[in-house]
């Protein structure tokens, strides 16, 4: 079946510093990918939308020159978050749109110290 | 805007037990729903969908159960395992427009004791 490998799927940073995370689809080509962030007990909320060859659509309060998306490959998007702060801490997920449906990433505990 | 919301945040049952968790949508343009168990540290995991076609679905101890007249949605587990204690989460999506992200709700935490 179709594979989303979201990588790492932890890290520790020091406040400041940026960190990225990588979304790729293993086994078919993701046009759409989407960004979630998921704080302790609430629900998934949708960061941004990632195309392949264009511009991310960020929701309404994301800060999209502090959460960076790259989507360049049909295969492969990252979410750089720059400067981070312990607040950024949180469990980040991606997703890709398939025509048969969503596949999810295993997700990426970020914990900023 | 416009989000998913959930009418009980936790739901504790007996091994056995039949579950039931609900969901209640706003966003009428909404035409494509799925069920989601989530384990701690990890990602969703899909259980059924359904579309605006249809009110009942079933599946492997699972039944969703749509009422687009009052915008609910239900997800039924038969016999509940402790290994079905989890959170879940029901998404929409207007299916119609391409690259159309999943939208959650709040989430219910099943426990199940044995």
């Known amino acids: 079946g179709a594979v989303v490998s979201q990588h790492p799927s932890w890290v520790i940073c020091k406040s400041g510093t940026s960190v990225k995370i990588e979304c790729r689809s293993l086994?078919?080509?993701?046009?759409?990918m989407f960004w979630y962030r998921q704080f302790p007990k609430q629900s998934l909320m949708l960061m941004a939308t990632?195309?392949?060859?264009?511009?991310?659509?960020?929701e309404q309060g994301v800060e999209k020159d502090k959460f960076l998306i790259n989507h360049a490959s049909l295969t492969l998007s990252t979410l750089t978050v720059t400067s981070a702060h312990p607040e950024d801490s949180s469990f980040y997920i991606c997703?890709?749109?398939?025509?048969?449906?969503?596949?999810f990433g295993s997700g990426t505990r970020l914990t900023v110290v | 805007g416009e989000s998913v919301g959930l009418h009980l945040p936790t739901l504790s049952v007996q091994e056995g037990d039949n579950s039931i968790i609900n969901c209640a949508y706003s966003?009428?343009?909404?035409?494509?729903f799925i069920w989601y168990k989530q384990e701690s540290g990890k990602g969703p995991q899909f259980i059924i969908d359904?579309?605006?076609?249809?009110d009942k679905r079933q599946g492997q101890r699972v039944t969703v159960l749509l009422n687009k007249t009052v915008k609910h949605l239900s997800l039924q587990i038969a016999a509940t395992q402790p290994g079905d204690s989890a959170v879940y989460f029901c998404?929409?999506?207007?299916?119609?427009?391409?690259?159309?992200?999943?939208?959650f709700g709040k989430g219910t935490t099943l426990s199940v004791s044995s």
């Open positions: 997703s890709a749109d398939r025509v048969n449906g969503y596949t």
């Open positions: 359904i579309r605006s076609n249809m």
């Open positions: 086994d078919f080509q993701a046009t759409t």
């Open positions: 998404a929409e999506n207007i299916k119609g427009r391409a690259g159309t992200a999943l939208i």
């Open positions: 966003n009428s343009a909404s035409d494509y």
């Open positions: 990632s195309n392949e060859g264009s511009k991310a659509t960020y």
